[in-house]
């Protein structure tokens, strides 16, 4: 049975700024815990996040922030919020956003989502 009201999925990617690098590896922790996740909790719920390492692998981008949200009124209270904390282009250059809603095109035609499944 197709979900009517998919969650939203944003892919954030960012390159850190020589300030954020500046913070030791603690400061960052707690500027997140003390400026972002107030934030987020203040304007909006149903959000979740996960965080994503590339430095390794890209000059270009060295973070990817996944943030799913409950729909996309939640999403846009989200981008709200980040964009008041210094996370939105002080700490963290916003290089791309990529938003879209997982099988978007089995529910647009009925089909069954196609996957793979590791065994």
Avoid: C
């Amino acid at each position: 049975m197709p979900i009517d009201n998919p969650p939203v999925t944003a892919f954030l990617l960012v390159k850190t700024t020589p300030e954020w690098l500046a913070l030791t590896p603690e400061e960052r922790a707690d500027a997140f815990a003390a400026q972002v996740v107030p934030a987020i909790e203040a304007k909006t719920a149903g959000v979740r996040s996960r965080f994503y390492d590339t430095e390794f692998y890209s000059a270009r981008v060295t973070d990817v922030w996944v943030w799913e949200a409950d729909d996309h009124h939640a999403y846009q209270l989200l981008i709200d919020a980040l964009r008041e904390t210094p996370f939105w282009d002080r700490y963290f250059e916003i290089v791309d956003l990529l938003v879209g809603t997982e099988n978007g095109y089995a529910r647009t035609y009925g089909l069954d989502p196609l996957a793979t499944i590791a065994t």
